[in-house]
């Protein structure tokens, strides 16, 4: 016990040590006189209210410029109901298929070594650096009428372009990236300890996944999901290309925001784009909840 005791003396000095160390190093960060900083930060905010808290206030007020009836008649039209029910299928198929995708990519990529590793993780990154509008005309070239593709699927009745399945293609190669990139780095960080653990006592590989892996990185699950949801359901680019604009039936709702604006039906546009910037502000505060329980996984342990 008494050297027990001793022990912990030199650790406990070391520790504050290295925390008046830190404090200091914080400090000599604030070395700048008070007026640049003054002016660094009121620059920032100034910055900040002008790109990015203006903006939404213009939305919430024009869409509701005219009262919340009228709010609420514009969101009751037959064609934003339809714009707002596609947009919620859309978004299911692509983030489905993204999840499903991502876990394998991410999976393949952190626990295993094979050729051709470092070809599949740039191809995760293509959609990043394609525009959406190209990637809605790779589309239209492999299964438009004159495509690739056009004359059999015409022959076999097929319809891929101008219909739920052409804009559901879409949105889910410019949202591609998002889990698969939320989980690599996580689940390298991680190693295969656990899961060679798990193995060598007598596990399955899908036991060892269901078991040990995805309850390591459920948040990191949910962060690449919220973030895929979000980009599927505000993309505008690439589903604009291969919608058709067919009312009632191939309008997002983003598109139909832009059509309603030209039309001048500022109300409704702005009725729609609400509810859009609403998922971008509900998609923020819940960010930073899952980025907080990322950063605790990630905090080393005190044994």
């Known amino acids: 016990m008494t050297m027990q005791i001793a022990d912990s003396i030199p650790l406990s000095a070391s520790d504050a040590k290295a925390r008046a160390q830190a404090a200091a190093a914080q400090d000599n960060l604030r070395t700048e006189p008070r007026a640049v900083r003054i002016t660094i930060i009121a620059l920032a905010m100034i910055f900040l209210t002008i790109f990015v808290v203006l903006p939404l206030v213009v939305v919430f007020a024009q869409a509701f410029s005219r009262g919340v009836v009228a709010y609420l008649a514009a969101l009751a039209e037959p064609e934003a109901l339809a714009a707002i029910r596609l947009t919620l299928l859309v978004a299911a198929i692509s983030v489905g298929l993204n999840l499903l995708f991502g876990l394998v990519a991410a999976w393949a990529i952190a626990k295993f ?12 990154d293509l959609p990043f650096s394609v525009s959406p509008v190209i990637s809605g005309l790779v589309f239209v070239l492999l299964f438009g009428a004159q495509g690739y593709f056009g004359s059999w699927l015409r022959d076999h009745d097929i319809q891929i372009l101008f219909a ?32 060679e653990a798990a193995i060598s006592l007598g596990a399955s590989g899908l036991q060892t996944f269901f078991r040990v892996t995805l ?44 059509i309603l604006y030209n039309e001048y039906q500022f109300v409704a546009a702005f009725a729609i784009a609400s509810l859009l910037a609403m998922l971008a502000l509900i998609t923020l505060i819940v960010k930073t909840v899952l980025e907080r329980h990322l950063d605790e996984g990630q905090e080393p342990s005190d044994h």
């Open 164 to 195: 739920v399945p052409g804009i559901a293609l879409a949105t889910t190669f410019v949202t591609f990236p998002f889990v698969a990139r939320a989980l690599i780095p996580l689940m390298q960080e991680q190693g295969t300890q656990e899961e």
């Open 113 to 124: 070594d094979f050729p051709g590793k470092t070809f599949l993780i740039t191809l995760i």
């Open 215 to 258: 309850p390591n990185i459920k948040w990191g699950v949910l962060y690449g999901v919220l973030l895929c949801n979000a980009r599927a359901m505000g993309e505008f680019g690439a589903v604009s290309v291969v919608s058709g604009h067919i009312r009632g039936e191939t309008n997002t709702m983003p598109l139909l925001v832009e």
